[in-house]
């Protein structure tokens, strides 16, 4: 059973061949950051043709670093959506292709289904139920899990992602695009309580909301630069880390202890932080929980984790026809 994945939602043009939907034999992702860092973010337009240019390459490079033929290839899995529907395309329209010639089954994958099941790969013996923290570019979501593909969305955000809004704190402190990596990095260096930073609980709620501490930052940085005043620029990356943090982390707590679940799963591009993995650690091993987390190369965008989120679906009978179209906005659930 050798499936291979297809990963082209936004800026990283990712193919992977799973075995058994467990086993990575090849993850291969072309990124194309520095083809965006000089807008200081995605353009679309040549996200898609560069996606173009790249995914025969790609498909070819994965087979051979998995040691494959086509012969032995025996399902195709492709992200459907949410993302960039230019980009999206590229992806559906190659795997349809592939699925069509060589007479496969075809897997539509939702992304943040994909972010999710990264944590499968990292533990193939996870129980349910799961609780799942996903924070990436898009998307802020406590997800509760009952078995495969059984899913409810118990929070989410009302405005910005947290991946969104470290990229546009990391903007507006002239760092590069992606800016969630270069903050971490920045917070090394600066205190935490540098700069006092509002924390958005929302009463009563599973809900996050981070657009009012995007606005704290860029405030605080008007003010000190109408002032003349130097800023303290790992200070309030750092500050503003912690406040995103302490939200997450609070919320998760509180979801995992209403819900009694005793394992949670952290997925999506912000899980690649390791300020905030090691604060999610401790806080649910303080009440006797366990965190789990994907390996850093499969928390942000990549095909092992849509590979592994269409083996689960192939098994639950899900496959698409030729007829099989990119979805920009696909809801999860
Ligand atoms: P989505 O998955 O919601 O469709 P996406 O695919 O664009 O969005 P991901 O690839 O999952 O997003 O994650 C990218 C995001 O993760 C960016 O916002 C990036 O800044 C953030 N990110 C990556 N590494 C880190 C890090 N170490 N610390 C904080 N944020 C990070
Ligand atoms: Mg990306
Ligand atoms: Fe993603």
Redesign the pocket.
């Known amino acids: 059973r050798c499936m291979l994945a297809i990963e082209t939602?936004?800026d990283e043009t990712s193919v992977a061949i799973l075995n058994d939907g467990r086993t990575v034999r090849a993850n291969v992702i072309a990124s194309q950051i520095p083809v965006h860092q000089k807008y200081g973010g995605v353009v679309p337009e040549i996200a898609s043709r560069k996606h173009m240019e790249n995914i025969v390459d790609v498909v070819d490079a994965a087979l051979v670093e998995a040691g494959v033929t086509w012969d032995e290839v025996t399902s195709v899995a492709v992200t459907q959506g949410?993302?960039l529907v230019g980009a999206l395309l590229v992806g559906v329209a190659y795997a349809k292709g592939v699925a069509l010639a060589r007479k496969l089954p075809l897997v539509p994958v939702h992304?943040?289904e994909g972010?999710i099941y990264a944590n499968f790969l990292a533990e193939p013996d996870l129980t349910f139920p799961l609780l799942c923290l996903v924070v990436?570019?898009?998307?802020t979501h406590l997800i509760e899990l009952t078995g495969h593909g059984v899913m409810r969305i118990i929070g989410a955000t009302r405005d910005d992602?947290a991946?969104?809004a470290?990229?546009k704190v990391a903007r507006a402190l002239q760092l590069p695009y992606?800016?969630?990596?270069q903050?971490?990095q920045l917070a090394r260096s600066g205190a935490e309580d540098a700069y006092e930073l509002p924390r958005a609980w929302l009463e009563n709620s599973l809900d996050f909301s981070f657009s009012g501490l995007k606005s704290a930052v860029l405030n605080t940085l008007h003010r000190s630069r109408q002032r003349g005043e130097t800023i303290d620029a790992a200070g309030l990356a750092a500050s503003f880390q912690a406040a995103v943090a302490d939200v997450l982390v609070g919320k998760t707590c509180q979801a995992a202890r209403e819900a009694k679940i005793d394992t949670v799963l952290l997925a999506?591009?912000?899980a690649?932080?390791s300020y905030l993995r090691t604060r999610l650690t401790t806080a649910l091993a303080a009440e006797g929980r366990r965190l789990v987390t994907p390996p850093l190369v499969l928390c942000?965008?990549n095909a092992a984790m849509i590979g592994c989120a269409g083996y689960y679906r192939l098994l639950r009978g899900i496959t698409a026809q030729a007829d099989l179209n990119a979805i920009a906005n696909l809801p999860l659930l």
């Open positions: 939602s936004c949410p993302g992304h943040i972010h990436s570019g898009g998307h992602a991946g969104e470290f990229d992606p800016g969630g990596p903050i971490e999506g591009g912000v690649a932080n942000t965008d």
